[in-house]
């Protein structure tokens, strides 16, 4: 089977979760194609969509392909949008190309009342519709949203099965009782990302060193793993059993969680079993753009000096073969660009096999998504 996914802004990064999480549920596949924003897949087996885009934190849309033609036309797409006694909905989005929307729209909605349905065709100022459009106007329940994405060699259509769990998000990030500016700017989705990358069993215990106020441990929680939690901070310890108690009061918990403080380069877990170590470490002082270059070094060499020793206790919690996904901040001020060399700081027993990017326009720090691998 075919299937199609609309990739977040970050989409080699989307890319990367996706085919990571189906390797974790041991689902053969293959890549088609990674065209601009979205990707297709082919697996051997019928994929569960609805519950797999609640896994996925970089993934806007998944559906299933339906055709591929050369032309988009009308007559093509009334074949792919089902008949119903009620009124039906229907709407489209456009990936890789342009056309008039709102003619190939009236064409359709034409031949579908030939048909003497009752229709209503879907359209929005922007284009792809959001997947607030599309299942706030039951395109997914009494109609379709037919997905049309340009290639090489023709055009692929796709019809939506399930869209991102927006309401959900919103709330994990927006509803939490305790956020802090300060240290629990992660969003919940990247969060929910680096947990994806590393490909730990459900169940299995996950530990975050610098946990803030929690964002890592509960989107662990979530995707039904067992965490663990530290940080320096007396503060973020408070925020983080505040979070996820109130995580635990909204919905039904089947893993446990613990939170303790510690500082990481003196004291850590021991006894435990620890599959991954999924962490935002402390990023240094906010960044204005106008920085000296001076400070700058100064504060990248403060940074790796508790990344050298953070990650050499990494490598001995780790259970063999443990997985560790850490983001390092990479600077950007006065039209230059300063990083940090992960590879140069990794004790023996530690191995860098893969980096990936996250970055936001206008922000000063973007974040290199370094993924571990004890030996």
Same mark, same amino acid.
């Given at each position: 089977?075919?299937?199609?996914?609309?990739?977040?802004?970050?989409?080699?990064?989307?890319?990367?979760?996706?085919?990571?999480?189906?390797?974790?549920?041991?689902?053969?596949?293959?890549? !088609?194609? =990674?065209?601009?924003?979205?990707? /297709? +897949?082919?697996?051997?087996?019928?994929?569960?969509?609805? #519950? *797999?885009?609640? @896994?996925?934190?970089?993934?806007?849309?998944?559906?299933?392909?339906?055709?591929?033609?050369?032309?988009?036309?009308?007559?093509?797409?009334?074949?792919?949008?089902?008949?119903?006694?009620?009124?039906?909905?229907?709407?489209?989005?456009?990936?890789?190309?342009?056309?008039?929307?709102?003619?190939?729209?009236?064409?359709?909605?034409?031949?579908?009342?030939?048909?003497?349905?009752?229709?209503?065709?879907?359209?929005?100022?922007?284009?792809?519709?959001?997947?607030?459009?599309?299942?706030?106007?039951?395109?997914?329940?009494?109609?379709?949203?037919?997905? !049309?994405? =340009?290639?090489?060699?023709?055009? /692929? +259509?796709?019809?939506?099965?399930?869209?991102?769990?927006? #309401? *959900?998000?919103? @709330?994990?990030?927006?509803?939490?009782?305790?956020?802090?500016?300060?240290?629990?700017?992660?969003?919940?989705?990247?969060?929910?990302?680096?947990?994806?990358?590393?490909?730990?069993?459900?169940?299995?215990?996950?530990?975050?060193?610098?946990?803030?106020?929690?964002?890592?441990?509960?989107?662990?929680?979530?995707?039904?793993?067992?965490?663990?939690?530290?940080?320096?901070?007396?503060?973020?310890?408070?925020?983080?059993?505040?979070?996820?108690?109130?995580?635990?009061?909204?919905?039904?918990?089947?893993?446990?969680?613990?939170?303790?403080?510690?500082?990481?380069? =003196?004291?850590?877990?021991?006894?435990?079993?620890?599959?991954?170590?999924?962490?935002?470490?402390?990023?240094?002082?906010?960044?204005?753009?106008?920085?000296?270059?001076?400070?700058?070094?100064?504060?990248?060499?403060?940074?790796?000096?508790?990344?050298?020793?953070?990650?050499?206790?990494?490598?001995?919690?780790?259970?063999?073969?443990?997985?560790?996904?850490?983001?390092?901040?990479?600077?950007?001020?006065?039209?230059?660009?300063?990083?940090?060399?992960?590879?140069?700081?990794?004790?023996?027993?530690?191995?860098?096999?893969?980096?990936?990017?996250?970055?936001?326009?206008?922000?000063?720090?973007?974040?290199?998504?370094?993924?571990?691998?004890?030996?």
């Amino acid at each position: 089977m075919k299937y199609f996914f609309i990739l977040g802004r970050q989409t080699e990064l989307s890319i990367a979760e996706i085919e990571a999480k189906l390797r974790q549920q041991r689902t053969s596949f293959k890549t !088609l194609q =990674k065209k601009l924003d979205f990707a /297709i +897949i082919e697996t051997e087996q019928e994929l569960l969509v609805e #519950e *797999l885009i609640n @896994k996925l934190g970089g993934t806007i849309k998944i559906g299933l392909v339906v055709d591929e033609v050369p032309n988009v036309l009308a007559t093509n797409l009334v074949k792919l949008i089902p008949d119903s006694d009620k009124k039906v909905h229907f709407g489209f989005s456009l990936h890789g190309f342009q056309t008039n929307l709102t003619k190939l729209g009236l064409e359709t909605k034409k031949l579908l009342q030939e048909k003497d349905l009752k229709v209503r065709f879907v359209s929005s100022k922007e284009n792809p519709l959001s997947s607030v459009i599309v299942q706030k106007n039951h395109l997914l329940d009494q109609g379709a949203e037919l997905v !049309l994405m =340009k290639t090489e060699k023709n055009y /692929i +259509i796709g019809r939506t099965l399930a869209v991102q769990p927006f #309401e *959900l998000l919103s @709330k994990l990030d927006y509803g939490r009782p305790a956020r802090d500016s300060y240290s629990g700017m992660l969003p919940p989705k990247l969060a929910q990302i680096m947990i994806n990358l590393s490909e730990t069993a459900p169940k299995k215990l996950i530990y975050d060193p610098f946990c803030g106020s929690g964002t890592i441990l509960q989107q662990g929680l979530i995707l039904d793993y067992n965490v663990l939690g530290s940080d320096i901070s007396p503060k973020a310890i408070h925020d983080t059993n505040e979070n996820l108690d109130w995580l635990a009061n909204e919905i039904s918990l089947k893993t446990k969680y613990s939170v303790f403080q510690s500082d990481v380069t =003196k004291q850590g877990p021991l006894g435990l079993a620890i599959s991954a170590i999924v962490t935002e470490p402390y990023l240094g002082p906010a960044l204005r753009g106008h920085e000296k270059q001076e400070q700058v070094e100064k504060n990248i060499q403060s940074l790796m000096r508790l990344y050298r020793t953070a990650l050499q206790k990494f490598a001995e919690w780790l259970d063999p073969k443990g997985i560790v996904i850490m983001i390092v901040p990479k600077f950007q001020f006065n039209d230059q660009v300063i990083s940090i060399d992960l590879n140069k700081l990794l004790p023996p027993r530690l191995k860098a096999v893969a980096k990936w990017e996250y970055a936001r326009e206008g922000q000063h720090v973007i974040r290199e998504i370094y993924k571990l691998q004890k030996a």
